[in-house]
């Protein structure tokens, strides 16, 4: 990420977590309070640290920051992604309800909208 988007990603009040290993940046993840709800945000671990927990010690560490709904939007094709959210207690929110979430709590264009799922934990009661 660019140093400027990140910097704007801060300023629309984004908190960044890092996790090191061997005194190297390996993995980082964002949260952002937006309604009433928390957004995971910008989650990247270094490709030679994925698959050893650092994605996992990261959300569990924003998971114990709060008690509020936390809401994921990625791409509906990144299978990988929706399987990690699902192990750690977040469920798919219908494709009926995900277009509204994305524009409500999101700023990204149609055509992403047109490629991403939402997940949530705990899950969204049915509509």
């Not at 988007?5 to 949260?31: R, S, T």
């Not at 309070?33 to 560490?61: C, F, T």
């Amino acid at each position: 990420m660019p140093l400027h988007e990140l910097e704007g990603e801060i300023a629309a009040g984004v908190e960044f977590w890092g996790y090191e290993a061997g005194g190297a940046l390996v993995g980082v993840m964002g949260f952002q309070s937006v309604l009433g709800i928390d957004l995971i945000r910008h989650a990247y671990v270094s490709p030679n640290y994925q698959r050893h927990g650092v994605g996992s010690a990261l959300l569990d560490h924003l998971a114990r920051s709060t008690r509020r709904r936390m809401l994921v939007g990625t791409w509906a094709a990144a299978d990988w992604a929706v399987r990690f959210y699902r192990r750690h207690g977040f469920e798919l929110v219908g494709p009926e309800r995900t277009p509204a979430l994305l524009k409500t709590y999101w700023a990204i264009p149609d055509r992403q909208i047109e490629a991403s799922v939402v997940l949530a934990n705990p899950p969204l009661a049915e509509a």
